[in-house]
């Protein structure tokens, strides 16, 4: 009696975590063995998928072994914030050189390094082992595993990547294939924020002239364009007339 009740509460206290594991990230990344992708995820919706590079020797985190783990880490470190694309990173030093892509002989880090740390047993030793998300200027073999351990990118993704990654961000590896999840709503373009703002305040200092009676050329012309745009939205808006001789014509699948 007494191991049964141990059993059911070993089961209960193992509940908790099993919820977790099968998690999938909201914001964050998703690396994909099998596809050799990886996908950058905001508020659960994809914002962008780019193909990587794993390690050739297989799975596991190590010691002595240049495997890639598997498994949830955390970014625990951003490296090569202002260097350009290319720069050769020796120790997590930029060098002062750079390479292009494909540079015949040269595999080092290059571009970006973004740091892991393993947040599980199962890749517990994956910050030690120095597991990054890098560029690499070997880009011909992007796409298959190649590495020795960490996740290789093009110069050009990671330096995008980099840019959209924050340090604390999840990182779930995994050795299927990338799960289907629906776009990311699009950002609002800074250059629409921008002209609404400009017009705000284009109303406000002509509400303020108008009241001291004065107006200059320029608000008067701001004044026309604005009345202008009333029209304009305002005749969107309206209803259509039809005249008397019209005859109405019903939705037709065929016209």
Same mark, same amino acid.
């Given at each position: 009696?007494?191991?049964?009740?141990?059993?059911?509460?070993?089961?209960?206290?193992?509940?908790?975590?099993?919820?977790?594991?099968?998690?999938?990230?909201?914001?964050?990344?998703?690396?994909?063995?099998?596809?050799?992708?990886?996908?950058?995820?905001?508020?659960?919706?994809?914002?962008?998928?780019?193909?990587?590079?794993?390690?050739?020797?297989?799975?596991?985190?190590?010691?002595?072994?240049?495997?890639?783990?598997?498994?949830?880490?955390?970014?625990?470190?951003?490296?090569? $914030?202002?260097?350009?694309?290319?720069?050769?990173?020796?120790?997590?030093?930029?060098?002062?050189?750079?390479?292009?892509?494909?540079?015949?002989? @040269?595999?080092?880090?290059?571009?970006?390094?973004?740091?892991?740390?393993?947040?599980?047993?199962?890749?517990?030793?994956?910050?030690?082992?120095?597991?990054?998300?890098?560029?690499?200027?070997?880009?011909?073999?992007?796409?298959?595993?190649?590495?020795?351990?960490?996740?290789?990118?093009?110069?050009? $993704?990671?330096?995008?990547?980099?840019?959209?990654?924050?340090?604390?961000?999840?990182?779930?590896?995994?050795?299927?294939?990338?799960?289907?999840?629906?776009?990311?709503?699009?950002?609002?373009?800074?250059?629409?924020?921008?002209?609404?703002?400009?017009?705000?305040?284009?109303?406000?200092?002509?509400?303020?002239?108008?009241?001291?009676?004065?107006?200059?050329?320029?608000?008067?012309?701001?004044?026309?364009?604005?009345?202008?745009? @009333?029209?304009?939205?305002?005749?969107?808006?309206?209803?259509?007339?039809?005249?008397?001789?019209?005859?109405?014509?019903?939705?037709?699948?065929?016209?």
């Amino acid at each position: 009696m007494f191991r049964r009740f141990a059993i059911i509460f070993g089961l209960i206290s193992l509940a908790p975590a099993l919820p977790a594991a099968q998690t999938q990230v909201q914001n964050g990344l998703i690396i994909s063995v099998r596809d050799q992708k990886l996908m950058l995820l905001q508020n659960g919706g994809k914002v962008a998928t780019y193909p990587v590079s794993t390690s050739k020797f297989g799975l596991g985190d190590f010691l002595g072994r240049m495997t890639t783990p598997l498994g949830y880490l955390t970014v625990a470190q951003k490296i090569g $914030d202002n260097a350009p694309v290319g720069a050769v990173f020796h120790n997590r030093r930029f060098t002062g050189e750079i390479l292009t892509p494909n540079a015949p002989g @040269r595999d080092p880090v290059i571009t970006r390094i973004i740091w892991l740390r393993g947040l599980e047993a199962q890749n517990a030793l994956a910050f030690h082992r120095c597991i990054y998300i890098h560029g690499t200027p070997e880009e011909k073999t992007i796409g298959r595993p190649a590495s020795y351990g960490c996740i290789r990118m093009k110069s050009s $993704d990671i330096a995008a990547l980099y840019t959209q990654v924050p340090l604390g961000a999840i990182v779930q590896i995994i050795p299927d294939r990338l799960p289907k999840v629906r776009n990311a709503p699009p950002a609002r373009s800074s250059n629409t924020m921008t002209v609404q703002v400009e017009k705000s305040k284009a109303q406000e200092q002509l509400a303020s002239a108008s009241t001291s009676g004065s107006l200059t050329v320029e608000q008067m012309r701001m004044a026309g364009a604005l009345a202008a745009e @009333r029209l304009k939205n305002h005749a969107r808006k309206a209803p259509p007339v039809l005249n008397k001789g019209t005859a109405m014509v019903q939705n037709n699948p065929r016209a």
